[in-house]
């Protein structure tokens, strides 16, 4: 269970998130809208302990991570996948060394075996029979680099929670769909909860059983689809305005007008 | 290690021997309007083992390597790599910050041995063919202080330089910000901050030795 509790947080003077509070349950999938600025990605950064907010709580199963030791946090962490935006691949190494690094690092597990769980997370992002493993990131195009980032985060022990900024940005039409059957799949059979960061409304409706939109740096939504559809906040009106074919193409209506 | 040590050798090779023969030129010079030729060793091998081959070594590393440090680790900060590194769990500073310490810490009191000896050659070149001393009387005056006080100076001072280097590399780097116009930026001020600590830090050591420890050199 994730929760924020009244969080605000600034970068110097510029006040990104005021009193923001939502919270969503295990194994469920979570996504965070909003125009760019908005504060979406900082409230990912606050989940995995990487900033502390000024104000307010950031509960992990009714842990506060604000208030946590480092070593603390980074046994919290250890439970959680973050995939960047961008993948945030290492670049120095292969894309075998990048999936297995938390197994490296963190067990004394043997080296084929980790080869071996590496494969096997290979195969589940769609990359088993391409013979990545022993390339390095910079030669793969950016939808693999993804998928690779959501293997290197799946394999990091047994994640309850997945973290996803912006998966999509910047993705052909087929990677992208690539990427969002990958989040769904996680989501679905490996039973992860998914808090999923986009300013795409279309990549959200497919994978969303909640959505949180965030408006200058405050929660202007909170809910599912059908109380989104049914919402009549004119700031929610003016943010999905430019969405308004994405949403009758999968609604079969046109939200902006109803 | 390998970058670090190997990597400088070169660099180091040529700024030894250009060093130590330009020094050599001009001690042998002003020492022959005394009539002191003969102590060209004692004075090379002061300034090049106690100075010159610590502070040389120690600003050459800090444009290769410090740069080179803080390029990748801000490098890496842009394009949340390290964010990445702490989100599994791992200490970035130990990670890389520590394993950067701890090859300076052994590979830059190596390169100013080898600095150092490579200068001294480069004086014996001179002292052989320019400034006709024998080669004999040169060593032995090389040799005559290369004492333990001076010695330890020469191997004290990287070790220090060894720990300003990474510091300073690293601090910079992971305080990079703006993208690559910043960690251009931090890769300067690196170099620069670098440099100039290592010239003041050298200034000290020496001060504080001659302070206390006159009686070993």
């Known amino acids: ?258 | 290690m390998y970058l670090i040590g190997i990597g400088s050798m070169f660099l180091i090779v040529l700024t030894g021997i250009f060093a130590g023969q330009g020094f050599a030129l001009a001690f042998s010079v002003e020492l022959a309007d005394f009539g002191a030729k003969n102590y060209l060793g004692r004075i090379m091998s002061i300034s090049i083992v106690r100075e010159l081959g610590p502070v040389l070594t120690g600003l050459m590393i800090a444009a290769r390597v410090a740069s080179g440090i803080t390029a990748e680790i801000g490098a890496m900060k842009s394009s949340n790599q390290i964010d990445a590194m702490t989100a599994f769990g791992i200490d970035p500073m130990s990670k890389i910050a520590v394993p950067r310490l701890i090859a300076l810490i052994v590979m830059v009191p190596v390169l100013t041995v080898f600095c150092d000896a490579i200068a001294l050659a480069g004086g014996w070149v001179i002292s052989i063919f320019i400034a006709h001393v024998s080669s004999t009387m040169y060593w032995a005056a090389v040799k005559e202080r290369l004492v333990f006080g001076n010695l330890l100076i020469g191997l004290l001072k990287p070790v220090v330089f060894s720990f300003v280097i990474a510091y300073i590399a690293c601090y910079k780097g992971f305080t990079a910000e703006g993208g690559t116009k910043g960690v251009g930026k931090a890769t300067t001020e690196s170099v620069v901050l670098t440099s100039i600590t290592i010239l003041i830090v050298n200034f000290f050591i020496t001060k504080v030795v001659f302070s206390y420890l006159k009686g070993y050199l």
């Open chain 1, 1 to 258: 269970m994730i929760k924020l509790r009244n969080v605000s947080f600034s970068y110097g003077e510029n006040e990104v998130l005021k009193n923001v509070s939502f919270e969503t349950g295990d194994g469920k999938s979570l996504v965070i809208m909003g125009p760019s600025g908005s504060g979406k990605s900082t409230i990912l950064r606050l989940l995995l302990g990487l900033e502390s907010p000024h104000e307010g709580e950031v509960l992990i199963n009714g842990d506060n991570i604000c208030t946590m030791s480092e070593a603390q946090k980074r046994e919290t962490r250890k439970k959680m996948g973050m995939v960047f935006q961008d993948g945030a691949l290492f670049d120095s190494l292969t894309v075998g060394e990048n999936v297995g690094y938390y197994l490296i690092e963190h067990t004394k597990m043997k080296f084929d075996l980790i080869g071996e769980k590496v494969e096997e997370m290979l195969g589940f992002v769609g990359l088993g029979g391409d013979n990545v493993i022993d390339k390095l990131p910079e030669q793969l195009s950016g939808g693999m680099q993804r998928r690779v980032a959501i293997a290197r985060a799946l394999l990091s022990t047994d994640p309850k929670l997945m973290l996803f900024d912006e998966p999509t940005t910047g993705l052909d039409p087929f990677a992208t769909r690539n990427v969002l059957n990958l989040i769904r799949k996680v989501n679905s059979e490996k039973g992860i909860a998914t808090i999923v960061v986009t300013h795409q409304i279309a990549d959200a409706i497919e994978i969303a059983d909640k959505y949180v939109i965030l408006h200058e740096g405050q929660v202007a939504f909170d809910g599912g689809l059908d109380e989104l559809r049914d919402c009549s906040d004119e700031r929610l009106k003016n943010f999905l305005e430019p969405f308004r074919e994405s949403f009758r193409l999968v609604l079969g209506k046109n939200f902006v007008d109803c």
